[in-house]
Each structure stands twice: as structure tokens, then as C-alpha cells.
């Protein structure tokens, strides 16, 4: 891995992309944003101030980045569309955009997506619980989930490996047979409801007509394997045993990785920090160690904190030099990745 693609840059994005257009054409395999949602906030961070030592430390509280947009909508999906536009050609043809939002904007941003990257290339809208508590609420409902809309840059090249996650209680529950071999469910194998069509064909196998899933040849084959479980009424279902599965598929509903806490080990103090176990699943599923990952957004650091546990390049810039005073703090005490501070594209620190 080359060492010195792992950099910081500290400013405006913009200015940043614009810069590093000349190198990076089509080199970074993939793009996370967290950019500001539309939400018209301060997002302030509380610090310890010097007190009278006699006294409690003072809590001073600063902002490190305003979400207010005096110009309203348009203003925002402008400064929006800008950074997306310069992105897109950073990418490679394999690459991808995941763009994280939440209600506020996210059907805007999704059609200024489409506009951007074409219709034909959004891949998903991952649904991510944010929170366990949410807001009760005077009208509506509390909100509990940010959305994560995933482009490819080619759809045609661009491919995922598939995530499995640990199994629980309810998923086990299915797995109540059990053989020498070890527990099973039962997977149909016959044509179930709406698969029920006019056309699909029924045949029979071994003493049992029925519009199967399968052709001949592999029901026999799973029948030699001892893999086809008989009922009492002679229906047959597939055996999937549970040391053959690497836990459960995971679908675009993200449930399983918590949210950052005051708690948490990992909290740097930046409200709006994402878990570092959301950024590992991103970056896993779609990129390859040595590949370059860039967050033009990247506040606390958790998408290079992420990377560079994966072995991959990675580039972050933020314009509060707030966020860029804890993601530097938290990628030392890592104590592995060599990066680049930069405040253009000149080097100024390691
Ligand atoms: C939601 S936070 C990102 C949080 C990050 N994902 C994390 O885990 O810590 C958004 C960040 O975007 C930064 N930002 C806002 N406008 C920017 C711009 N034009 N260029 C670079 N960074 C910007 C803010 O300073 C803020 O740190």
C-alpha cells in the first residue's frame, strides 16, 4: 500500500477536488459522505475550559460546523450538487458514492443522484437505525433511521461482496431439525404462491408431482447428499443446516450496528461521529485492501480510522479545523497509519 495516500486535507472540499482532480482521476474505488442533512442546526462540542483550580473545569461549548442555509433548499442542493459533480470523476469505473442523510433532504439529494449519476446506476437505500430512543413526537413519529443511497459509478462494473451478520435468537428459531450432521430448516422447493404461475411446468420426482423450484438433476443431487428432508405427507423440502450458513444475509435494513453513545468506547466527543463498525461494512463489502477511500466530510475521522483497519488508502478533508483536531488525535493513537496533513494541496505536517 502506498503509504502516503493516506492524507487529511483541512479546508473546503470543493477547493480540495478541484485540486486533486490531476492525480486522482478515476483512482478512488470508493466515496463516503456524511455532509451536512438540511437540518438547520449548530453542531457545537462541549470542551473543558481553564477554571480556578479550586473550582470545576468549565464546559465551553463550540461549534464546529453550522447546518443553516440562509438560502433555504435550493442553497443547500447547490452546495450539494457542486461537491457531488466534482466527486463523481475522482471515481473509478468499478467505484461507488454512499451518501449518508436523513429525512430532512433525502428525496432531493436522491434526485440530484440520479440526475448526477444517472437512474440506472443507484443500487440501494440502506435504511440504518441511528437511534434506539427516538424523540416522541406532537405530530408524526419519531424519527429512528438516517438513509445511506448507494450509486455506482458503472453499474455494469461495479459488484459487492455479500455481508452476513451474527445469527440471533429469531433467526435460529427456524433451525429446529436436527440430523447427524448437525441442526437444520427447511427450504421450500416447491413453486410457493404468486411463483405458482400459469406457465411453470409440474413433474414428477420420486412418487411426488409438483411445480419444482429445481431441475431434475439437482434435486437428485441433494437427494444423494442427503440434503431433501421427507414430511409425513411426502412433501419435500430442502435441509439447510446452520454450519453451512455464515450467519444471516444482510438486506438494505441496517438493525444490527449501534449507534455511537456518550458511552461508547469509541466517542471522540463529536455529536455527529458514526460507528466505526458502519464504515467497516461499507468499506469491506466494496472495495479491496490497497484500495483508496475517500470522506470528503470526514469530521471525527471514523472512515479513515475504518480504512486504515481494513489496509486500504484512504483520504479524508474537513472544513472545521474542530473535527480535524480530533480525527489527527484519533488516527494517532492508532498508532499505525502514516498520513499527510495538508491545508492545500501543499504537505505542511505528518
Ligand atoms: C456529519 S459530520 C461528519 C461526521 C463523520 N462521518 C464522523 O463519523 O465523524 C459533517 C462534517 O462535514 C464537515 N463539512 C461541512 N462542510 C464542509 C465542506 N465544504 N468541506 C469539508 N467538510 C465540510 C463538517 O465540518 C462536519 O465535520
Redo the contacts with the bound molecule.
Sequence with gaps: MDELENFIFSG???QFMKEMKKDYHERIRLIYI???YFSGTDYTLKKRGKGAPERAPMLIEEV??TDKWEGGLQEYLQYMRERIEAMKPLLREDGSLWLHVDLHASHYVKTLLDDIFGESNFVNEIVWRRTNSPKSQSKGFGSQHDNILLYAKDITKFETKPVYRKHDEKSLKPYRYEDERGKFRLIEIEAQGIQRTENRKQFEWRGRTAPYLYRRETLDKWWDENRIYTSRNGRYSKKQYLSDVQGVLVSDLWLDINPIQGASKEYSG?L???PVALLERIIECATEPGDVVAD???????TAVAASRLERSWII????SV?IEIATKRLREMNKPHYELRTSYGYTDT
Design positions: 473546503d472540499c470543493l456524511d455532509p451536512p464546529t460546523y463529536f455527529t461521529q458514526k470528503f466530510f470526514g469530521g471525527s475521522g471514523t478533508c474537513d472544513v472545521s473535527a
